[in-house]
């Protein structure tokens, strides 16, 4: 997603799980979370740990605190729960996770090997990766973008390094994805233009965001499955 450096991190967070059709990117945050909900709901568990590795602002927190679950954020600097070293090592024993979650943080990961390694290390035998991408977006450096997956591409790439995938979602396809873009880009567009710009986005972004559920609605499924937006991944440790 594109990150939205004037709101606050309570903003972000907020936006990201319960987002406005005035966003530009709702049908995306929108799918997003309603797949992590789903998710949540057939992996939680009372009394499971649950480490967010690379949580920002921890914006699915609750919906994990909510089922029960001891979440426990994981990031750079002090803010979160757990710290990650700059050499990518997370501060958290081995085995200490019945979850890893890992959302919208794989693309702007440099070493793959390392991260996905850390993740492997986190969790309990019979545990559970549940991980978001994007299969298709614009270039958006937090503070790096590295990559885009195809699901195949993906699936190989978690594959190979030992998980065993078991399930994929995708979140928004390709033709309800170009509106978005266009969306996108006249928001960056009018919120430059004082007073009259941001008012004149709302009216645009409704319609706009209107026309990308029709467009996504009509879209094949098979289309959508191998040219989404996201992919939601659920995959286990190979043994």
């Not at 450096?5 to 967070?13: C, E, I, L, N, V």
């Not at 996905?116 to 986190?122: D, M, Q, V, Y």
């Amino acid at each position: 997603m594109i990150h939205e450096p004037h709101r606050s991190a309570f903003d972000q967070s907020t936006r990201r799980r319960k987002p406005r059709i005035v966003d530009s990117d709702w049908l995306v945050l929108r799918g997003l979370a309603a797949e992590v909900t789903r998710a949540a709901d057939g992996l939680a568990r009372p009394g499971a740990t649950a480490i967010d590795v690379g949580c920002g602002d921890q914006p699915y927190r609750l919906l994990f605190e909510e089922r029960g679950v001891i979440y426990q954020g994981a990031d750079f600097g002090t803010a979160a729960e757990i710290g990650i070293a700059a050499d990518g090592s997370v501060a958290a024993p081995d085995a200490t996770a019945d979850l890893v979650l890992s959302f919208q943080v794989l693309e702007h990961v440099r070493d793959l090997d390392t991260y996905l390694a850390e993740i492997k290390r986190l969790l309990r035998p019979g545990g559970r990766l549940l991980l978001s991408t994007h299969g298709m977006w614009l270039y958006h450096p937090h503070p790096e973008d590295h990559r885009r997956w195809t699901r195949e591409g993906l699936a190989n790439d978690l594959q190979s390094r030992g998980f065993a995938i078991e399930s994929c979602r995708p979140v928004v396809g390709p033709l309800a994805l170009t509106t978005i873009i266009r969306l996108t880009a006249f928001a960056y567009a009018l919120r430059r233009i004082p007073l009259l710009g941001p008012a004149m986005l709302v009216p645009l972004a409704i319609v706009m965001n209107a026309r990308a559920v029709i467009e996504d609605w009509i879209t094949p499924a098979a289309v959508r499955n191998d040219n989404a937006c996201v992919y939601l991944v659920q995959a286990l440790v190979v043994e």
